[in-house]
């Protein structure tokens, strides 16, 4: 978990502006979510590895711990370990005074207990846009659409969204001739092919189905087809409207001609989450090892939250991963004004005529008088003050000169 | 703990920005800091009654209930349950990359388990603007500037700033002839004076000290003074330079004739926090039953959290009662363009058009046709889209129409 230095706080205030603005002129609408959530909820197995980085806050109503009979019973909330649960319930509860189809935008910090690495954080915050109650492929190419404005907005070039589809995924396992209650733990494996390589992917594979399943899984996974050949390398095991739909997404966005923006089919694609149940997505970047943002459909998550059978899909960009790839901020140029006056004099004045320069978009802050003009001024100057004001109580009306280093 | 609607959210969002821009506008610097806090940080007895409020964090490392010893050894974080006693931390260590003095601007969330009752939440916002490194009463002055104009901006009105001393209410129990020891057990007491009324404090006073303490506390008190006088009427208890100090910053806030402002020595004002050291005051309003801002001097909190022994001051906005005083923003008018097309249209044309009108500032939503107009154009006014664009395929030049409830 970290502090952030008021430099680094304007930076990140800089590209989460850009992020809402874009999202906004999409229609996507601000709501807020409590931090802490009941842990039943954060531990439904949809959280994937993330259930298992939940901090978890003990109860307040325990006097001794004899009060409890394990570690379970000790704790009844968590914090948030994603911005999607919490959406569902919040669906869930609120959605008789919400629209329909509704367009959510949360941007808010979530909590994982990992093991701290470079590039990783405790506490990060995520940028979530989420379009409930729109079931056709509308849905993930608006969302993919904006998302790439968004991030264009903040100013990064040269990122591809990969797609992908969890019918895909299943179709590819089963194709590749592994029993389909297998599925699941073949696509845990799959996904760390980034990591091990198809030889670590291999090896784990191998005590899953038939020794030659892992082979072939890989073969035609190293073909690099686009989905159409895909789908025919799998005889059939794919629904021709599933390929259909994934190329009508990449076709919808790449026809938008975005510059710097690179769409492509990625069959190794998995997505950690158990929850997706159609298009999932990506966007990598070259400067950043993880991606930077993710998603896509949970038309039954929504649902198993307690709320009606609504179809739902989403992106989540990952907001540090984000800061950290772009340039931090200049520090704006001038207007910043410091009144330097001696302790002890009627401040109502200074005040009075200061209320009136912020008025005129000046910032405007105060210091004492040190008696060493030779060795405050350029400290003033070097903190980013570019006027002076020389208060003199007998003269209260404002009398800015320009401060320099050289002061 | 709450959801926040679009609604709501614009609307914080709101005060929010308003309160930003004049503190920023003071020089005030925006930082941040975790949500979790070591637990042995904010239980270091200076939160007062907080301390017992906080919600705790079980340790990550524990495989079962016997490795512990009691419920204390089970957490080691906790949910920060304010911003000053983080903003110790964070100059005790980042002071070498911050200016001296340093203006802090501290916008975030805190966490208390308080039992749920009206105007009270267990997770709200807080606003904190903090000068670090001035021990002159201007410091006290600029803090209660800033939060006039601050409040002001947000477009509040008629409120009053409570000022008073920690010395002075020390003299005051000294005066009544309270011994020394019982001086904190005294001012808990009398903190509670709006609450049980000067019977209750009496009731609850008297088995401290001697009978007539109580009573000669409440004479002098119930005389609605001014400084100079209680400081006649306490005999010398209380130091000259306190009392003019008092005097000095109240007259300067008052010769700044804010519109809307009062300010008023209160000499019942307590502030629960046991750091104060010196001006400490609260901002009230006839809406709100609590206070709606309150902080003061904490000159030796900082040295206690381990960094310099540097003066401070601070002031805290509580938002949520803030913003529950002011009227609901009304939805900006104009603007907002609905695209109507069917499912399966190419969506390419459609969102290379809609990109242009957001360049020209318009909020632009995409519905699919339902195939009913005479429903769906009335709800999506309602919705408050108040410009129609019927898609059309052969002709993807936007044409934009007013809509409204009578569509």
Same sequence: chains 1, 2.
Avoid at 97 to 125: C, H, M, N, T
Avoid at 231 to 242: E, I, P
């Amino acid at each position: 978990m970290r502090d952030f230095l008021p430099g680094q706080v304007r930076h990140r205030e800089h590209v989460r502006a850009a992020l809402e603005a874009v999202y906004r002129g999409y229609g996507y609408e601000p709501i807020e979510t409590p931090a802490l959530e009941v842990l039943e909820r954060l531990t439904s197995g949809e959280g994937g590895a993330n259930e298992g980085l939940i901090f978890r806050v003990l109860r307040r109503d325990l006097r001794d711990l004899s009060e409890v009979a394990d570690l379970r019973a000790l704790t009844d909330l968590g914090l948030r370990y994603d911005l999607t649960v919490p959406l569902t319930r919040y669906y869930a509860t609120n959605s008789a005074a919400l629209p329909d189809p509704f367009r959510s935008l949360q941007i808010g910090p979530v909590w994982r207990a990992e093991r701290p690495q470079k590039g990783r954080y405790r506490q990060f915050l995520q940028c979530d846009i989420d379009l409930l109650g729109e079931a056709s492929l509308g849905a993930e190419v608006e969302l993919l659409s904006a998302t790439c404005d968004a991030l264009r907005a903040t100013g990064l070039s040269g990122f591809t969204v990969r797609v992908n589809d969890r019918r895909v995924l299943e179709a590819l396992v089963a194709g590749s001739g592994f029993p389909a209650d297998l599925t699941r733990q073949v696509l845990v494996v799959l996904d760390k092919l980034d990591k091990v390589g198809p030889a670590g992917v291999a090896d784990q594979l191998a005590p899953l189905g038939h020794p030659l399943a892992a082979a072939r899984l890989l073969d035609i996974l190293s073909a690099e087809a686009d989905v159409a050949t895909l789908a025919g390398s799998l005889g059939g095991a794919l629904d021709d409207d599933v390929a259909a739909g994934l190329d009508a997404i990449m076709a919808a966005v790449t026809d938008q001609h975005l510059e710097g923006v690179d769409v492509a089919f990625d069959a190794t694609l998995v997505r950690g989450m158990g929850y997706y149940t159609g298009p999932i997505f990506e966007v990598t970047h070259a400067g950043s090892s993880g991606s930077i943002a993710g998603g896509g459909r949970y038309d039954r998550l929504v649902a198993k939250s307690g709320g009606a059978d609504v179809p739902a899909c989403g992106v989540s960009i990952g907001f540090e991963r984000l800061c950290d790839l772009l340039p931090p901020d200049e520090q704006p140029p001038g207007r910043r004004v410091v009144v330097l006056h001696d302790a002890g004099v009627a401040l109502g004045p200074l005040l009075r005529a200061s209320r009136d320069l912020r008025a005129d978009g000046y910032t405007v802050t105060r210091a004492v008088r040190t008696g060493r003009p030779g060795k405050q001024l350029p400290r003033l100057a070097a903190q980013g003050h570019d006027l002076l004001w020389d208060y003199d109580p007998a003269e209260p009306t404002p009398a800015l000169r320009p401060l320099t280093a050289q002061d």
